[in-house]
């Protein structure tokens, strides 16, 4: 009752605080919001009024294929292609003028004609636009329907030569043996596409096949930042108690230390859980409102929710070792946002570890806890994984929790 | 009467510095019991001690029997805490400080309602309950202060300087609430301050506190019958061993001294002009203050010393506290 008592009170004071409330609340949003636009804008547009421009380097200039290929791309109504040569796309490309292009190589309708296998690639700067997405899955279909259409003619003239052998009386378009052909057709040309797109990403050199976007991104890592955010709060909210002297009254009154500390504790939980919820309500719902991406919460919300709680505990624990160790106005401000905003950064939260991709940087970030809840949290979301997968990062955040509050509360000073 | 409070031989150290030097006293229940003494003389860590918020270095206290340091839940529930700084929360109105510092005692409902209606009335501060403390004038804010000392009904009640930094006007209010909480309702008050107006005013007993010693432990009337009759204070342009014998030698005077101490260096310590412009000033302790006053003009006058100033001291706990220390309070 009384650790609700001074949780209670301890929340009328957060929320009376504007500062605070911008802070943790408003600036997540901001941020998602602003990278989500500003990112997918970067790389490419994904709105629907705009078509996506593609350059395309024909190097079967004259092929009956790839004009037809060309023609297919035009018309799925959301590609606009622009015809170049190689030279000047590369450098156009080195240049990131152009953000992606289309290359159709030499032979490419002889070799369809003969029933060789080919590849067109889609040379891009990295795989996590959704334009890249639709440019390959629209490529891909052209392609595929261009053959398909092919087999089903190729098809019609094999019977047509078969007819015109036979006497004129006999001259029968079976209509079920003309649909038996078209369907092994049709069957073999998915199981063996004879035309594959392939996606290149030149710097990494990294096929993805993942439909990624931005606002998958920049969730858990603003999440989880904002999250470890929080436990300034508490401890500023700790020093302002002692600084106002409502601490004196409070080891004054017949309080034990265990409901002392969780009151002052809880609160940061709280807050922690209403950011999540604020952020993940506006990221799937308000998003897509918004016409933008929306967040797409994965196949497990529990292991969410497990997540979330870990982080919340995680974040409340930091809280107390930042009020023990952090003595000076200074210290509790400046100083300690500076740390935990660097903590952020190098546990991946701003920009991905695997972009990032320096060994010792992906070393400093296994001891930090940002980098596990944050991996969690893209395990769950973007790759669908459930509970057992993010098992081992839950349990190493427990681990920082427990560390964190065992030496916050040796070192607390109740005086 | 049976003691509510006993203090034994109570240490507080800092580090090699000792605040408080071995304090007992006990208190009795219903009496208002003042704790005198000058800036950094250790009251507030003796206070602090005592309603548990550090532990003594050594010693230790009982409240109603219940030793603090073993029952510390138990004993804090009956104090009640005033602390000298201001110790509330800015930002919420003066009714959501009273009603959690009601909650933290383990009072709710109907009963922390009620309460924190009549602590409100006890400081006069119902009709603006709703502001927030930010808002409040300074001595309104120490009102508060002491409203959230109350709401849980506390037996015993620490009020570290309640009045300083007050206007005249609420401090007269805070005054009249400690006299009325001790009558009406039997409070048992410890009232700590430097100024001995309120001490004399408000306490039937005092324990004067120096540089972190009792020195000095009784009701007002006998602390000053200890002295006499009062002290007069002549400043003269020059005074020697000579004069001081002939000035202890007057009737009604009991003994005459140069006054050395009171020039301290503490510059909080605000020491009358005089003291620093005159070359001496001789303290003469006298069993009647008018009677020896006629005396020693006399003498002055006989022997063509000029009287550069005069200050009659009626006995007060200031003189007590002058005569015990060689020192001045405050003021
Ligand atoms: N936390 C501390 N660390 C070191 N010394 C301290 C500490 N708190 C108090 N002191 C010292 O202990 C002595 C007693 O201080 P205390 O606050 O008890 O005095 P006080 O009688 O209440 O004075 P005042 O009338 O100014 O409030 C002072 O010399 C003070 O400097
Ligand atoms: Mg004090």
Known sequence: MKILSIAWKDLKIFFKEPGYLIYLIVLPLVFILLFTTLFSASIGSTSDTNKISLVVVNLDSGGEQAEQLLKGLEATGTIQVIPSTLEKTQSDFRDTRITQYLTIPENFSQNIAVGKKVEVTLTALDTFSMSVQTLRMSTYGVVNDMLLERSILQSLEQ??????????????????????????QFISSKERP????????????????????????????????????????????????????????????????????????????????????????????????????????????????????????????????????????????????????????????????????SPMLNTISKFIPHSYAVGAYKDVLTLGAGFNTVLPALGVLLGFSVLFFAIGLWRFDFD | MPHILEVENM?????????????????????????????????????????????????????????????????????????????????????????????????????????VEDVLRVVSLTERADQTIEKYSGGMKRRVNIAAGLVHQPRLLFLDEPTVGVDPQSRNHIFESVQRLNRERGM???????????????CNRVAIIDQGKLIALDTIKNLVAMLGGGVLRIGVRHADDHLLAALSQLPSVKNASLLQSVAQPNPEVQTPDLLHTLPAVIKIETQNSQQALIHVINYLEDQNIALLSLDILENNLESVFLHLTGKQLRE
């Open chain 1, 159 to 184: 019977f047509a030569a078969m007819q015109s052998a036979l006497p004129s009386e006999n001259r029968l378009y079976d209509p079920e043996m003309l649909t038996a052909q078209a369907k092994s």
């Open chain 1, 194 to 357: 004879l035309v594959d797109v392939k996606v290149e990403v030149p710097q990494t050199s990294k096929t993805s096949e993942e439909d990624f976007s931005m606002v998958q991104f920049s969730v858990p890592g603003f999440t989880v930042l904002f999250a470890f955010l929080v436990s300034q709060a508490t401890a500023r909210s700790i020093y302002d108690e002692k600084k106002n002297g409502s601490f004196r009254r409070l080891m004054a009154a017949p309080l034990s230390k265990l409901q002392l500390l969780g009151g002052k504790l809880l609160p940061n939980f709280l807050v922690v859980i209403f950011q999540i919820l604020v952020i993940f309500f506006t990221s799937t719902v308000l998003l897509s409102w918004l016409g933008m991406d929306r967040l797409s919460l994965g196949q497990s919300p529990l292991t969410l929710a497990a997540i979330s709680i870990m982080l919340a505990l995680c974040s409340t624990s930091l809280g107390i070792l930042i009020a023990a160790i952090a003595k000076t106005e200074a210290q509790i401000g400046g100083v300690s946002a500076l740390f935990l905003w660097l903590m952020g950064f190098l546990g991946g939260t701003m920009v991905p570890l695997d972009v990032m991709s």
């Open chain 2, 11 to 115: 240490v507080k150290k800092y580090g090699e510095f000792e605040a408080v030097k071995g304090v007992s006293f006990d208190v009795e229940e219903g009496e208002v019991f003042g704790l005198l003494g000058p800036n950094g003389a250790g009251k507030t860590t003796t206070i602090s001690m005592i309603t548990g918020l550090f532990p003594p270095t050594s010693g230790t206290a009982r409240i109603d029997g219940h030793d603090i340091l073993k029952e510390p839940l138990l004993v804090k529930q009956m104090n009640g805490l005033v602390p000298q700084d201001l110790a509330l929360y800015p930002t919420l109105s003066a009714r959501a400080n009273l009603q959690f510092f009601g909650r933290v005692y383990g009072l709710s409902g109907k009963k922390l309602k009620e309460n």
């Open chain 2, 188 to 202: 048992t008050i410890i009232y700590t301050s430097h100024y001995m107006e309120e001490v004399e005013l408000l």
